[in-house]
């Protein structure tokens, strides 16, 4: 029994091969002729003499039919003749009609049956030249443009048979034109699906050219995304392995403090009440975001009378106040003034990528509204980030000037009941100063300057939801002893966290800023 399973599988195998093998041999030029071509007329002996052979040669063929003119020929149909016949026989006998619609058959077991029409020509004995009623032959590939006969003996009424896999469909009345042998893949039998069930090898429909764009947007996004950098510290650098979670939290902070704003942009500092906090936190801001963003950030001391920036900054060898620049004024405002001209008139602090303008260290000179304007339109002709760290003096017109200015607000506090009790009644008055005012309001970022020594925990725990409900966000920013040091601050003897936290509150700001912009007035 195993000999007779295997013999059976083995010719399984050679059946199904051989099937593949008649599908890959070239086809026949004849079965397929040009479409283009002019078409020869057709000649009626060599058409009997080809019936006739084909009558000798297979004398007990069934589907052979007698070479008599006005029959159909085994490959092709009449359109007029309609033969109907019973299953399991032929039926035969000749059948006349006065018209197309009238037709006659007749059937009986184990004879043949034909039909023929006198006032049709013979059809071609490889296709018919006329179109198909909507029958099809499984015997031969149609031409173009044109359908092939159905053999005789089919039922009209019948249902009409499978389809071959290995036939091409014609062209119908009512239906779309065939696609070339070409452009369709061939079909397997069910033998043959059992040794090839990917489907013949080599063998695979032709696919659409794929349309490819030379734009440079699409090109460019079609580029792989770049690698992300590996970590800058601890062990993670040394192994060249990826950042951890906090690094990565500090990577995306400073992207977002380097936007490119489409403007020159104005950050104040403001809390009425003196040793809050103000100058230190205006120069942790400037310093983060010159950092983040390589330059462009002028840190201004806009102190009416006398300020405290020209004691937290290093001079670099430049004692001039904002009193030396307003009298550069009409200088420095002409058409070919440079970034260096106003420059020398400013502290660079090098470790945070800054420039500093301190305010006049002597009382004979009062900095007004007018004075603000100026020096505001300078500083933003040469300079994309102006932080300005204001006085303690809400009345004065240099103040109010910063505020019309703004495009954010950052309230330095400690958590201590004056420092607290001064943002509160500042929030209020600037609350009732219209529209402006409260959307600066709902853009500010409380920053909380922890020296040693002023945390109450009582009043941080009442305040802290309300500056959080009334302010976009709440940074804190660790003790740090070269702060409070009360020196001139530099940005590279910071502690790491404190960095961070500066970093932080420069990229929250960032993020206001950009809300202002694309919000419209």
């Not at 039919?65 to 029959?71: E, L, V």
């Not at 950098?229 to 990826?242: F, H, K, N, T, Y």
Request: charged share 20%; proline share 10%.
């Amino acid at each position: 029994m195993t000999d007779s399973h295997n013999s059976g599988q083995h010719k399984d195998r050679e059946a199904a091969a051989a099937e593949v093998r008649r599908m890959w041999q070239p086809t026949p030029s004849w079965s397929q002729p040009d479409p283009g071509a002019p078409a020869e007329p057709e000649e009626t002996e060599p058409a009997e003499e080809s019936q006739d052979a084909l009558a000798q040669e297979f004398p007990g063929d069934t589907w052979s039919t007698p070479s008599r003119p006005g029959q159909a020929t085994p490959y092709g149909e009449q359109p007029d003749s309609s033969p109907a016949s019973t299953p399991g026989g032929h039926s035969a006998g000749p059948s006349s009609s006065t018209g197309p619609s009238s037709s006659t058959s007749s059937s009986t077991p184990g004879a043949h049956s034909s039909s023929s029409s006198s006032s049709e020509p013979e059809a071609s004995p490889w296709g018919s030249s006329k179109a198909s009623t909507g029958e099809a032959s499984s015997w031969s590939i149609a031409n173009p443009g044109s359908a092939s006969g159905a053999p005789t003996g089919t039922p009209a009424a019948a249902t009409p048979p499978a389809a071959d896999p290995w036939t091409q469909p014609t062209e119908q009345a009512g239906q779309q034109p065939a696609q070339p042998p070409a452009q369709q893949a061939p079909q397997l039998s069910q033998t043959a699906q059992q040794f090839f069930p990917q489907g013949i090898p080599n063998q695979h429909p032709p696919q659409a050219p794929r349309e490819v764009s030379y734009r440079a947007e699409e090109l460019m996004q079609a580029l792989p995304l770049p690698r992300e950098a590996p970590a800058e510290r601890g062990v993670r650098s040394v192994l060249r392995l990826r950042p951890g979670s906090s690094e990565r939290v500090e990577r995306i902070a400073r992207a977002t403090a380097a936007t490119a704003f489409r403007r020159p942009v104005t950050i104040t500092i403001a809390n009425p009440k003196g040793g809050s906090g103000k100058t230190p936190t205006t120069l942790l801001l400037a310093g983060a975001l010159g950092q983040a963003r390589g330059g462009g950030v002028v840190a201004w001391d806009n102190n009416e009378l006398r300020g405290n920036m020209h004691l937290r900054t290093h001079d670099t060898n430049a004692r001039s106040t904002v009193t030396d620049l307003l009298q550069a004024m009409p200088m420095l405002t002409q058409p070919d003034a440079r970034l260096g001209d106003v420059a020398a008139y400013l502290r660079h602090q090098v470790a945070g990528q800054y420039d500093v303008l301190t305010s006049a260290t002597t009382t004979y000179s009062q900095i007004e509204a007018k004075d603000f304007d100026q020096i505001h339109r300078l500083l933003s002709r040469f300079y994309k980030v102006l932080v300005i760290d204001t006085g303690n003096n809400e009345g004065s017109s240099n103040w109010r000037e910063a505020m019309r200015a703004s495009d954010a607000l950052v309230i330095p506090i400690k958590w201590k009941s004056l420092s607290c009790a001064a943002a509160v009644q500042m929030l209020e008055e600037l609350d009732n100063q219209g529209p402006e005012a409260q959307r600066l309001i709902r853009r500010a970022v409380i920053a909380v300057s922890n020296g040693p020594g002023d945390v109450n925990k009582e009043v941080e725990k009442q305040l802290r939801p309300y500056f959080e409900s009334r302010a976009a966000a709440v940074v804190d920013i660790p003790t740090d002893p070269h702060i409070a040091a009360e020196g001139a601050l530099d940005h590279s003897a910071l502690q790491p966290a404190t960095r961070r936290a500066g970093l932080e509150l420069a990229a929250k700001v960032a993020e206001q800023i950009t809300i202002a912009l694309n919000v419209p007035r």
